[in-house]
């Protein structure tokens, strides 16, 4: 089954502890990207990446890092989280065309 | 860059056809229209994707006049179980950057 895979999917830390999401996909995508969901404010892009060892700022990229060493994962890493980073966080992914992005299931986090 | 603006919420009741207009003023010629949709605490789901006329699937249909400033998302006989938001997202420019919008929340009522 093609599936875009996020752990942990529930996550309650205190801030400065490092964390890191991971995220996978099994369809050989090339793009991927991470997203973040707060009421109001719809979804906004962390970061994105186009291929093995690209990766690119997206809108909202302060105080995460990502890294791409295998075409099938993308994890995220918040080494000092802060109680604004409190959200919902999404990883997709897509092939090169046509533009439909499969998205997991979210990483809801929340930072004491 | 374009912006994607589209309504905040709509409603409509159970058989009824639902018309979800997102307005996209500044779209550039190889700009891209696709929309999502997500249910409480899911990723959102592709729905459809287009670039001019009229698009068609076994779900929805896309309506893109001639001058693109516009698009519309169309869901035949809506249930209750198409409650949810509906995203308008742009795919614009050579890097094909992702221009999102705010979401339309759609409630069917019975």
């Known amino acids: 089954e093609a599936q875009v895979t996020q752990n942990p999917r529930y996550l309650i830390t205190v801030t400065g502890k490092k964390l890191t999401v991971t995220c996978s996909q099994n369809m050989n995508h090339e793009y991927m990207s991470w997203y973040r969901q707060d009421p109001g404010l719809g979804l906004r892009q962390i970061y994105y990446?186009?291929?093995?060892?690209?990766?690119d700022k997206g809108d909202v990229p302060e105080g995460y890092k990502v890294s791409r060493k295998e075409k099938r994962n993308f994890p995220l890493i918040l080494e000092s989280p802060s109680p604004n980073q409190t959200s919902l966080y999404f990883c997709?992914?897509?092939?090169?065309?046509?533009?439909?992005?499969?998205f997991g299931p979210g990483t809801r986090l929340t930072v004491t | 860059l374009a912006k994607t603006t589209q309504p905040i919420s709509m409603d409509s009741y159970e058989g009824q056809e639902v018309n979800i207009t997102c307005s996209h003023n500044?779209?550039?010629?190889?700009?891209?229209i696709t929309w999502y949709q997500q249910f409480p605490s899911q990723g959102p789901r592709f729905i459809i994707q287009g670039y001019k006329t009229k698009v068609t699937n076994e779900v929805a249909s896309l309506f893109i006049p001639a001058d693109r400033k516009s698009s519309t998302l169309s869901l035949p006989r809506v249930s209750l179980s198409d409650t949810a938001v509906y995203y308008c997202?742009?795919?614009?420019?050579?890097?094909?950057?992702?221009?999102w919008g705010l979401g339309t929340s759609l409630a069917v009522n019975p």
């Open positions: 500044n779209i550039a010629t190889n700009d891209y």
């Open positions: 997202l742009l795919i614009a420019g050579n890097n094909r950057k992702l221009i």
């Open positions: 997709a992914s897509r092939a090169a065309y046509p533009y439909e992005q499969y």
């Open positions: 990446s186009m291929n093995v060892e690209v990766t």
